[in-house]
């Protein structure tokens, strides 16, 4: 997927690192997820072990969904001009591939040329389409989930 090198993520970012609250959405605050890191074509986010926990003792499922949604407006906060485009996902698929026991990381990258060609998009004709694709990963660096996504930057409505 996208994280070029699961346990350097861990060790860029261990668990010590400190946060800002991505509570922009209420609901995303009371879970706690936190942005990392934040520039224009790279975010990190982590989501905390609690209050995510299931009814088995690991990562609800629906909030892994939303750490794997959520790069996707950060990463065009940081690279767009949200005061006159915002982003919205049209599409998302999350592959569970093991239980996730820790708190999680996202490491979600847009490139530069992909950058340019949304924003061309996004002058021209108000609206561009974009796709994400990323790894999910635990303290320990272990892929827990992948997710792949389709943004749409639209015009606000004049």
Excluded at 10 to 38: N, Q
Excluded at 97 to 102: E, V
Excluded at 104 to 127: F, Q, T
Aim: aromatic fraction near 8%; charged fraction near 25%; charge should be negative.
């Amino acid at each position: 997927m996208n994280s070029p090198d699961p346990a350097a993520l861990v060790t860029e970012f261990p668990r010590s690192a400190p946060g800002s609250p991505a509570d922009i959405i209420p609901i995303v605050g009371k879970m706690g997820l936190e942005v990392l890191h934040a520039e224009r074509g790279r975010c990190v986010l982590r989501l905390p072990f609690e209050p995510n926990i299931n009814h088995v003792n690991m990562i609800y499922a629906g909030s892994m969904f939303t750490l794997a949604e959520m790069p996707g407006g950060v990463l065009f906060t940081a690279a767009f001009d949200t005061s006159r485009f915002a982003p919205v996902v049209g599409e998302m698929k999350v592959r569970f591939a093991k239980p996730a026991m820790s708190a999680l990381l996202v490491d979600a990258r847009m490139s530069d040329e992909e950058i340019e060609r949304v924003a061309a998009e996004l002058d021209e004709n108000g609206r561009a389409r974009w796709e994400l694709d990323q790894d999910i990963v635990d303290e320990s660096g272990t892929v827990v989930a992948s997710a792949s996504a389709v943004y749409f930057g639209m015009a606000y409505p004049r």
